[in-house]
């Protein structure tokens, strides 16, 4: 298995298998067409998001990929830098799954997140994910609140 962070020449397999975690996390049926807007805010995203990927590639072929993005807010005493990150779109495709693949991945992303000064990791989490996530340290949490806005607001 090879482990790389993605730069813009991986863009067309990062947006492969965003798309087919998609389908899987939402019970999409796998010919399943995306809008062309949707796939374009997607590809919009990996080319100018601040946010680092993982790749994991067999032989070649993306068979699992995580996301780190990076949000800076305004310092607090618990988070001095302002740094903090979002773990997203961390997917291992079905045949791969329960070899240690998402856990490699998010440790990278964890090292890289240190290196850079974040403080705060946050990440939402599949009821299948939690177990990992939680033996990799991360803790649930209630403490935030959330307002979904409409795109059309």
Same mark, same amino acid.
């Given at each position: 298995?090879?482990?790389?962070?993605a730069?813009?020449?991986?863009?067309?397999?990062?947006?492969?298998?965003?798309?087919?975690?998609?389908?899987?996390?939402? !019970?999409?049926?796998?010919?399943?067409?995306?809008?062309?807007?949707?796939?374009?805010?997607?590809?919009?995203?990996?080319?100018?998001?601040?946010?680092?990927?993982?790749?994991?590639?067999?032989?070649?072929?993306?068979?699992?990929?995580?996301?780190? !993005?990076?949000?800076?807010?305004m310092?607090?005493?618990?988070?001095?830098?302002?740094?903090?990150?979002?773990?997203?779109?961390?997917?291992?495709?079905?045949?791969?799954?329960?070899?240690?693949?998402?856990?490699?991945?998010?440790?990278?992303?964890?090292?890289?997140?240190?290196?850079?000064?974040?403080?705060?990791?946050?990440?939402?989490?599949?009821?299948?994910?939690?177990?990992?996530?939680?033996?990799?340290?991360?803790?649930? !949490?209630?403490?935030?609140?959330?307002?979904?806005l !409409?795109?059309?607001?």
């Amino acid at each position: 298995m090879e482990y790389l962070i993605a730069g813009k020449k991986h863009s067309k397999q990062l947006v492969q298998i965003r798309l087919e975690m998609l389908k899987k996390v939402n !019970s999409l049926d796998e010919n399943y067409q995306f809008s062309e807007d949707f796939v374009k805010e997607v590809k919009k995203y990996f080319a100018k998001g601040d946010q680092v990927n993982i790749l994991a590639l067999d032989d070649g072929k993306a068979v699992g990929c995580a996301t780190l !993005s990076f949000v800076y807010i305004m310092p607090t005493f618990s988070h001095p830098t302002g740094n903090r990150a979002h773990l997203m779109n961390v997917y291992t495709n079905e045949g791969y799954r329960r070899q240690g693949i998402a856990r490699h991945m998010v440790q990278m992303l964890i090292d890289i997140a240190a290196n850079r000064g974040v403080t705060e990791i946050t990440l939402d989490a599949t009821e299948s994910g939690r177990p990992l996530y939680q033996a990799m340290g991360f803790e649930p !949490s209630a403490s935030c609140m959330t307002m979904n806005l !409409s795109p059309n607001q």
